[in-house]
């Protein structure tokens, strides 16, 4: 366990075994092994781009502008890569595809005159130029859960849900997850953030029973990996590496690292028996 920040840890982004983006009540921090620096503050969406060692992010000011500026610190200029005409910028990510994909809504009326959400997905180049631009579906205007991008998909996150989309299209899911097995009824059931696996698997995040579900990548429930007797109380988001380092962010400013193949590997009671015996 590692105190970095002295307040929560809302979201986790591993840059390198050394260096990580921490996101906390809208503060984007980096961490450089011991040392913490503010990169921005209001900030409501980010995405790491790995080849040019930049962020791309929006703030509660800036709105549907897309800003980035480097990731290291170095250099505190911002810079205005492109500005979306939407109502709103629902998520941002990097791939190995394009520079940046962007989810966001255009509301409008449909053919019955209702009121409508209409999604849409753009895949942008490092200056600021769209590239391909798709809807991926349409929804009656009212309340649904955020969105984030998955390393293969889109994922929708609601309170006591999470659903992952099939293709470019959120109102087909692949799969729903309730929490339903294995723990508290769904209800209880309070996702606030996952990650995969180097071989797809889904690590979920509970924070009511602050618990960490092992899914399969086709959605089915393996097991809970991870629970408060493991010392991971009050957690917040989760991270894993690729060398099989977890990341949990806790409310308390905290990030524990856990070494993820030996939780999923190893039955709980066998973890007791080891603890007993040392």
């Not at 509970?206 to 429930?221: A, E, I, K, R």
């Not at 060398?243 to 190893?266: E, K, M, Q």
């Amino acid at each position: 366990q590692e105190k970095v920040l002295h307040k929560n840890v809302d979201a986790i982004t591993l840059l390198s075994s050394e260096r990580s983006l921490l996101w906390s009540d809208g503060i984007l921090y980096q961490q450089n092994n011991s040392k913490v620096e503010k990169i921005s503050e209001g900030v409501k969406h980010f995405s790491y781009v790995p080849e040019s060692d930049e962020i791309a992010f929006t703030t509660i000011w800036s709105g549907k502008t897309i800003l980035r500026r480097s990731a290291s610190g170095q250099s505190k200029s911002k810079f205005k890569l492109m500005e979306m005409i939407c109502d709103e910028v629902c998520a941002i990510s990097h791939d190995g595809t394009c520079y940046l994909k962007v989810l966001y809504v255009i509301k409008g009326n449909n053919i019955k005159e209702e009121l409508i959400k209409r999604y849409m997905l753009t895949f942008v180049d490092d200056m600021g130029c769209k590239k391909t631009e798709n809807s991926v579906g349409d929804r009656n205007d009212g309340s649904y859960g955020r969105f984030k991008f998955d390393t293969f998909s889109i994922v929708e996150m609601k309170y006591n849900q999470i659903s992952v989309k099939r293709g470019l299209n959120i109102n087909l899911n692949i799969f729903s997850y309730s929490g339903s097995v294995g723990n508290d009824p769904k209800c209880r059931f309070r996702p606030t953030d996952l990650c995969r696996d180097n071989e797809g698997s889904f690590l979920i995040e509970d924070s009511h029973d602050s618990t960490v579900h092992l899914l399969y990548s086709t959605g089915n429930f393996l097991r809970i990996i991870m629970s408060p007797e493991d010392g991971i109380g009050k957690i917040q988001c989760i991270a894993v590496d690729s060398l099989g380092w977890l990341r949990l962010g806790r409310v308390d400013g905290s990030v524990l690292h856990a070494n993820y193949r030996y939780f999923r590997d190893t039955p709980r009671i066998k973890r007791i028996l080891e603890k007993r015996n040392q």
